[in-house]
């Protein structure tokens, strides 16, 4: 079991290195950056409501959490469906321990994808905006906030990613998520939302997650502008281990389904949907 | 040499005995819904033999090998491939098959060597005595011809050369048996022939047993020990290429000159037609070619018979 491990990571670092080393995909982590830099030069006068505290921190340490959750979701539902598409998920299977290589490599490439994207917005985010501290509480918070996030987020996408027959239809996910997000307060403090919005945020992990990464960035006196003036560490913790555990409990029997329905004529099927929508 | 191969990890690679089948079919069935595609198919495969599954499309070749492959669930019959049921095989059943299918297109963004070596070494594990595996790396690219497009990025490859390192990589765990679909679509001359050098080497030197589709009736004739013609749902004929013929009542054609003039002439029984040529006209008789039916007629006869009898 730990050759297979040893395996998938070498098989994650393998492509990871392929990602940042292709100009198409450093581009698509740098643009967010990008849309981050526009969005705090423009707000940069303005204030958290009721501190003096500049707001630009706030939606700095926001977009890390929509970014994690992007991947954690989105990127793990894509790559399963382009995997499925173009027969590396058929190779996995016609390897032996294949699969689990292939599902070990997906998740360092996910993680190591969002800590990239997360990298590329924190960066010139802190020449941009003040307060943003990390001190030795902040980074204890992070290494179980972070891992936790992923675990809530990756087996669900790839779920979702075993759900979707191909790329095209799996992009469509995109929406819920980018709704979900503008509703978490991430950008803005949810406290300036309608109650029932609050409350269905508070479902999704998006919140918690921003909540989490502000407890760590942010300095305390801030804690009085987030709801119940507490950081809740608590219930992020409780949260985000019951979407983990709703993952992990639906994903293998979901994943292997999938896995037993992939053959030769699967995937050549599949191409030859793909091709006649492209010729069409 | 027994010994050793068992003090191994318990139950893994222990090699296939000479005379045990390595593939054994029984009455195996398969419905999509109410469309019958197999009805029944039998046939045997031994240690080390090159079967050739020839038949139109649609008959459900790719079907079997998908089977026996253990990517898809049959409908019924019974199917041994390697001593285990495909259904319930497990990692280190696995380990011992290669397989090839008619179109890849997965990690384009790998190199060639850095795939290959990564797929390799998930089979160390099940390496045995008699069968070291994975197969080194440098080797395997001299072997498939892909040594100097070791350090190439897999989406540049020609179409020629894709195929190539798909043989390579169903391969690299030194199968004990190996699937290949249609493997030589999309090869020039040269490659033919080098992957049919492959295919004799892999016999020969490694005791391979190897089950491939094709439509290249040249080629099926070149490399098959025994071809099974699959049509009608069944296995409409099989033997080598050489029974078959025979088993088509093949008349056999013969060509002749006399005094300047052409004869052509069909009988069941060449030889004795042909002495009594001889015996008539003796020294008269030139430019004798006496020609059995060719793969292709004996093909074209029996499989024209099975859908005449599946009506």
Known sequence: MIRVVRLGLSRGLIELRQTVSSGTDLFG?????????????WMRDSTIPGTEFALGAHSLVGSMAMLIVISGLMSMMQYLTMDREDGTLLRAKATPNGMTGYLIGKIVLVAGVAVISCLFVLVPGLFLVDGLTLGADGLLVLLWLVPLAFLATMPLGA????????????????????????????????????????????????????????????????????????????ETFGVLAAWSVAGLALAPGILRRMARRESGSAVAARRERAMTRMTV | M???????????????????????????????????????????????????????????KTTTIEILEGFRRRSGGAVRVLGVDPEQGAEQWRARLGVVLQSWRDHSKWKVRELLEHLGAYYSVYSTADRPRPWPVDELLEVVGLTESAGTKIARLSGGQRRRLDVAIGIVGHPELLFLDEPTVGFDPEARREFHDLVHRLTD??????????????????????????????????GSADELSRQVSGETEIRWTRDGQRFVHSAAEATGFVRELFRQHGDAIGDLEVRRSSLEETYMKLVREAEGSAR
Do not use: C
């Open chain 2, 205 to 238: 030197v490694d005791e391979t047993t190897i089950m491939l589709t094709t439509h290249d009736l040249d080629e099926a004739e070149k490399l098959a020990d025994r071809i099974l013609i699959l049509s009608g749902g069944r296995i409409a004929a099989a």
């Open chain 1, 159 to 234: 779920v979702l990613g075993a759900l979707f027959e191909n790329p095209r239809q799996a992009s469509l996910m995109m929406l819920p998520i980018i709704g979900l997000t503008a509703v978490s307060g991430v950008f803005y403090p949810i406290t300036a939302l309608a109650g029932w919005v609050q409350g269905v945020a508070q479902v999704f992990p998006v919140y918690w997650l921003g909540l989490g990464l502000r407890s760590a960035f942010l300095p305390d006196a801030l804690v009085a502008a987030e709801l119940g003036g507490t950081w809740r560490h608590l």
């Open chain 2, 2 to 60: 027994n010994e050793t191969v068992l003090a191994g990890e318990a139950g893994v690679g222990r090699g296939v005995p000479i005379d045990e089948a390595v593939i054994e079919v029984r009455d195996l069935r398969m419905s999509y819904g109410p469309k019958e595609v197999l009805t029944g198919v039998d046939f045997t495969a031994h240690r080390g033999e090159v079967l050739v599954l020839l038949g139109p499309n649609g008959a459900g």
């Open chain 1, 29 to 41: 982590y740098f643009l967010p950056a990008v849309f981050l830099v526009i969005a705090l030069i």
